[in-house]
């Protein structure tokens, strides 16, 4: 192990540690997560989707899964409220005629009551009363979010055991008992727990500076001894493993 070396590419990892949208490419084959839940977000979207379906994405990111619908631009909105990314939305999504306001996807949304035909909602924050007020009588709400354990081995191995969950509630049970109170029928409920893989310690440095909610306080410098442990893991056993947290949710009005 030449410590000086790694100080030096881990540095570099941690400064280059921006990103516009939701784009992971910069760590692309270096790590692995997702590549086995037992359903398909994308799919399910698809199976509601019909070209005249009015549909709204919550913290859309860049607009990338978006876009990659294919849908009628007119028949599409979006709310995002990263400002890296509400800028990014600006320049690439309203020149498509696609409808996209500033918001939180936590509070009110700026539509109309009974807008929508869908809304979506991958990895976002959420509002029950909101949601139901713009759907239409029959409107399905699709959503996969991140679950309150999410990363907690790789937390800990960067970190410390002892660091509180930034979000305690997210869990599958209360996120549909918040829908089923709000009116809401569940027509799909699963939870799972999947392998997340890093074969290098600098992608490791990239991903935690990246998601500092789930990271709080990390820094190459503050965590140099416990990224030379890390080193040494990947060493012995070619890979740093922890699991994910995901939940999937398909509710409607």
Request: charged content about 30%.
């Amino acid at each position: 192990m030449n410590r000086e070396k790694l100080l030096k590419q881990w540095l570099q990892e941690e400064e280059e540690a921006h990103i516009h949208g939701w784009d992971f490419s910069h760590i692309r084959g270096k790590y692995e997560e997702e590549r086995d839940l037992p359903w398909s977000y994308e799919e399910i979207v698809r199976q509601y989707l019909r070209p005249d379906v009015k549909l709204l994405d919550i913290d859309t990111g860049g607009g990338e899964f978006l876009l990659s619908l294919g849908h009628p631009c007119e028949n599409l909105a979006a709310t995002e409220n990263y400002p890296p990314n509400v800028e990014l939305c600006r320049e690439t999504l309203l020149p498509l005629g696609i409808n996209f306001k500033r918001a939180d996807g936590n509070g009110l949304l700026p539509f109309p009551d009974g807008s929508f035909d869908m809304v979506i909602n991958r990895h976002g924050d959420w509002n029950p009363d909101e949601i139901w007020r713009v759907l239409k009588k029959g409107g399905v709400f699709i959503t996969e979010q991140v679950g309150a354990d999410n990363d907690r081995e790789l937390v800990g191995l960067l970190l410390g055991d002892d660091l509180p969950l930034p979000f305690p509630g997210q869990y599958l049970d209360i996120a549909r008992t918040a829908f089923l109170d709000r009116g809401f029928s569940v027509l799909k409920a699963e939870e799972a727990y999947r392998p997340i893989k890093f074969w290098d310690v600098g992608a490791l440095v990239w991903f935690a500076r990246i998601i500092a909610w789930e990271f709080p306080g990390f820094s190459v410098r503050n965590c140099l001894d416990r990224l030379y442990r890390a080193q040494e893991l990947l060493e012995q056993k070619s890979v740093i493993e922890g699991k994910i947290h995901r939940f999937l949710l398909v509710t409607q009005k």
